[in-house]
């Protein structure tokens, strides 16, 4: 795979006299990291309602309950790598659009160019420790849900192993020098990356509303009165996580295919991990509550 992905199109100008003279690779490849930071703010803009709503449902929870001032943190910490990411996207936006516009090859040329350098390699860093946050929580909860039964969570304990083998690893790969998000190194450890982290997302997904289920039939079948809204909270988060892994196989198919497409659902990824990841803060304030048998 080459270091920058090819674009089928020709001619990207439409015979704009004004249009720079930049490959048509590049120019392309330009407008969908716009588009793709753009979409990114958008979304960030929803996260930071689902941030505050969901902080004052940890802080000030009605029913009587106790605050949860440890994931009132952990949440914080989430919006705050969220809060970076965001801003690094933004400041590397202005660098190559409006402070190095000039610079050989255009805007996309000096983005890839400084791609190895501290800043986008911080921005990637947070994103990647975002998704290690968020499937921690969820293995956490996994493995509260299902209590003793431990074989159970062999399979994705192996998975966050390799994650976390293949993100460090990514992110290595990211640092040397002139690489950038195409190269064939890159790519060749992103791409196991991506769809560890993926799988390990919809997998405990799975487990937990599974272990909802399971716990709400027995409850119908004692006939116990409950107010926890067991399929709500399995509706919310097979939602979420459709939604998560949609952007992600969408992303993962067009990274692997070397499609200039993927420079649109990355940052739209992070955005989505971060603002989920919120979500599933308040779904496991729920579960708490919640004494789980078979």
Same mark, same amino acid.
């Given at each position: 795979?080459?270091?920058?992905?090819?674009?089928?199109?020709?001619?990207?100008?439409? $015979?704009?006299?004004?249009?720079?003279?930049?490959?048509?690779?590049?120019?392309?490849?330009e407008h969908y990291d716009f588009a793709g930071i753009q979409l990114s703010e958008i979304l960030y803009g929803i996260t930071i309602v689902l941030f505050?709503?969901?902080?004052?449902?940890?802080?000030?929870?009605? %029913?009587?309950?106790?605050?949860?001032?440890?994931?009132?943190?952990?949440?914080?910490?989430?919006? $705050?790598? /969220?809060? !970076?990411?965001?801003?690094?996207?933004?400041?590397?936006?202005?660098?190559?659009?409006?402070?190095?516009?000039?610079?050989?090859?255009?805007?996309?040329?000096?983005?890839?160019? &400084?791609?190895?350098?501290?800043?986008?390699? #911080?921005?990637?860093?947070?994103?990647? &420790?975002? %998704?290690?946050?968020?499937?921690?929580?969820?293995?956490?909860?996994?493995?509260?849900?299902?209590?003793?039964?431990?074989? !159970?969570?062999?399979?994705? +304990?192996?998975?966050?192993?390799?994650?976390?083998?293949?993100?460090?690893?990514?992110?290595?790969?990211?640092?040397?020098?002139?690489?950038?998000?195409? #190269?064939?190194?890159?790519?060749?450890?992103?791409?196991?990356?991506?769809?560890?982290?993926?799988?390990?997302? +919809?997998?405990?997904? !799975?487990?937990?509303?599974?272990?909802?289920i399971f716990h709400q039939r027995w409850i119908a079948k004692t006939l116990l009165r409950t107010q926890v809204p067991y399929m709500s909270i399995v509706?919310?988060?097979?939602?979420?996580?459709?939604?998560?892994?949609?952007?992600?196989?969408?992303?993962? /198919?067009?990274? $692997?295919?070397? %499609?200039?497409? *993927?420079?649109?659902?990355?940052?739209?990824?992070?955005? #989505?991990?971060?603002?989920?990841?919120?979500?599933?803060?308040?779904?496991?304030?729920?579960?708490? *509550?919640i004494q789980f048998r078979f």
């Amino acid at each position: 795979m080459s270091d920058t992905p090819s674009a089928p199109i020709a001619n990207q100008t439409g $015979g704009n006299p004004n249009a720079p003279q930049e490959p048509p690779e590049l120019f392309v490849l330009e407008h969908y990291d716009f588009a793709g930071i753009q979409l990114s703010e958008i979304l960030y803009g929803i996260t930071i309602v689902l941030f505050f709503r969901c902080m004052l449902a940890l802080l000030r929870p009605r %029913n009587g309950r106790k605050p949860s001032y440890l994931l009132a943190l952990y949440t914080f910490v989430l919006f $705050g790598l /969220g809060t !970076i990411f965001t801003a690094l996207n933004g400041r590397l936006l202005q660098l190559s659009f409006i402070d190095n516009r000039a610079f050989e090859g255009g805007p996309e040329a000096y983005w890839l160019s &400084i791609y190895s350098t501290s800043m986008p390699l #911080t921005a990637n860093t947070v994103f990647i &420790i975002a %998704n290690w946050l968020a499937d921690g929580l969820l293995l956490f909860r996994c493995k509260v849900v299902w209590q003793e039964k431990y074989w !159970i969570l062999a399979f994705p +304990v192996l998975l966050a192993f390799g994650d976390l083998a293949m993100g460090s690893l990514y992110l290595y790969q990211l640092s040397q020098p002139n690489a950038n998000l195409f #190269t064939k190194q890159a790519v060749d450890f992103g791409l196991p990356y991506f769809v560890l982290s993926t799988s390990l997302n +919809v997998l405990l997904t !799975i487990l937990l509303c599974s272990r909802l289920i399971f716990h709400q039939r027995w409850i119908a079948k004692t006939l116990l009165r409950t107010q926890v809204p067991y399929m709500s909270i399995v509706a919310m988060l097979i939602e979420s996580s459709a939604i998560y892994a949609a952007c992600s196989i969408i992303f993962i /198919g067009t990274y $692997g295919a070397g %499609n200039i497409a *993927s420079s649109i659902f990355l940052p739209v990824l992070a955005q #989505t991990q971060v603002g989920l990841s919120t979500l599933y803060t308040c779904v496991v304030f729920f579960l708490d *509550s919640i004494q789980f048998r078979f």
